[in-house]
């Protein structure tokens, strides 16, 4: 993938999801890395809050669109009561953006 867009994931799944995950345990990342893959995007890894019924994604999707489109499927589907997602940079890659903001900051800008 030329340009690399990191997505932090948070989805709230709904009883019926979690109703099925104890009739039937599965490893959910191993569920969802053929889905993303099969989208132009890599899951670079898939947790699940222990005190809450919380998932998180870090995956590299191709493009915002791509994004939206999995956040809308996930809520159709019935799996997801909320699903959101935010861009986030690798700290190396934040280097341009401060650099950037200080000569904004130096013009006053």
């Known amino acids: 993938m030329a340009d690399r867009r990191y997505f932090q994931m948070i989805g709230t799944p709904n009883s019926e999801f979690l109703k099925s995950l104890l009739e ?3 490893d959910l990342a191993e569920t969802a890395r053929d889905k993303i893959e099969a989208l132009g995007g890599e ?7 222990i005190s809450e019924p ?8 191709p493009d915002s669109d791509t994004v939206a489109a999995i ?3 996930r809520i159709a589907a019935g799996a997801m009561e909320d699903v ?16 950037r903001a200080k000569e904004m900051r130096d013009a006053g800008v």
């Open 24 to 26: 039937s345990p599965v």
């Open 43 to 49: 899951l670079l890894g898939y947790y699940m809050s």
């Open 54 to 61: 919380k998932l998180y994604g870090v995956l590299v999707l």
């Open 71 to 73: 956040a809308y499927q």
């Open 84 to 99: 959101k997602f935010m861009e986030v940079k690798p700290t190396d890659q934040m280097v341009g953006v401060f650099r």
